[in-house]
T-cell receptor
Framework: DAKTTQPPSMDCAEGRAANLPCNHSTISGNEYVYWYRQIHSQGPQYIIHGLKNNETNEMASLIITEDRKSSTLILPHATLRDTAVYYCIVSSPHSGTYKYIFGTGTRLKVLA | DVKVTQSSRYLVKRTGEKVFLECVQDMDHENMFWYRQDPGLGLRLIYFSYDVKMKEKGDIPEGYSVSREKKERFSLILESASTNQTSMYLC??????????FGPGTRLTVL
């Protein structure tokens, strides 16, 4: 199963873009990249996912490199409520469903 | 919106007790998952189920069992709770896509 590597922590000024990197150099062709975030004492919340194309939704943008070995989650205008742990996950087909391999995530602190 | 609920937010049990953690989803999802989350270790998969009465071991199944008698409900059972099972337990479900939707979690303390 492909693993992910993320920096343990990052700071970002309120109103600025937060760019969270992730390495997944062993990813296979049929494995998706997912991003979730977890605010203290709550369950992880889905943000965005992609296979090889860049993706954008109302929460964030996901940029995946052409070789798919790394990706970046972009929060375009970070707010204090975006302070959370962000998980980059590779989703692998397994027994008719998909298995997530969680890393230890990046703790993002948005500063006023 | 998908809703995944867990029976308790906080639970305190004694060593040796049998513990049931329940998870219910309201979106007719086929797949359901149980994870535990510990500081420094992230989320680790305990068991998952891809259909009623079907289950498969995850990465850390030892000391746990599961039950899925109805599609919407997936139970995690600690047959004889031990202190090293003190943790946050998270349930998730997926339907036709592989996007997992998580419940709020149950923080279990075993004394």
């Amino acid at each position: 199963d492909a693993k992910t590597t993320q920096p343990p922590s990052m700071d970002c000024a309120e109103g600025r873009a937060a760019n969270l990197p992730c390495n997944h150099s062993t990813i296979s062709g049929n494995e998706y990249v997912y991003w979730y975030r977890q605010i203290h004492s709550q369950g992880p919340q889905y943000i965005i996912h992609g296979l090889k194309n860049n993706e954008t939704n109302e929460m964030a943008s996901l940029i995946i490199t052409e070789d798919r070995k790394s990706s970046t989650l972009i929060l375009p205008h970070a707010t204090l409520r975006d302070t959370a742990v962000y998980y980059c996950i590779v989703s692998s087909p397994h027994s008719g469903t998909y298995k997530y391999i969680f890393g230890t995530g990046t703790r993002l602190k948005v500063l006023a | 919106d998908v809703k995944v609920t867990q029976s308790s937010r906080y639970l305190v049990k004694r060593t040796g007790e049998k513990v049931f953690l329940e998870c219910v989803q309201d979106m007719d999802h086929e797949n359901m998952f149980w994870y535990r989350q510990d500081p420094g270790l992230g989320l680790r998969l305990i068991y998952f189920s891809y259909d009623v009465k079907m289950k498969e071991k995850g990465d850390i199944p030892e000391g746990y069992s599961v039950s899925r008698e109805k599609k919407e409900r997936f139970s995690l059972i600690l047959e004889s709770a031990s202190t090293n099972q003190t943790s946050m337990y998270l349930c998730a479900s997926t339907g036709n896509t592989d996007t997992q939707y998580f419940g709020p979690g149950t923080r279990l303390t075993v004394l």
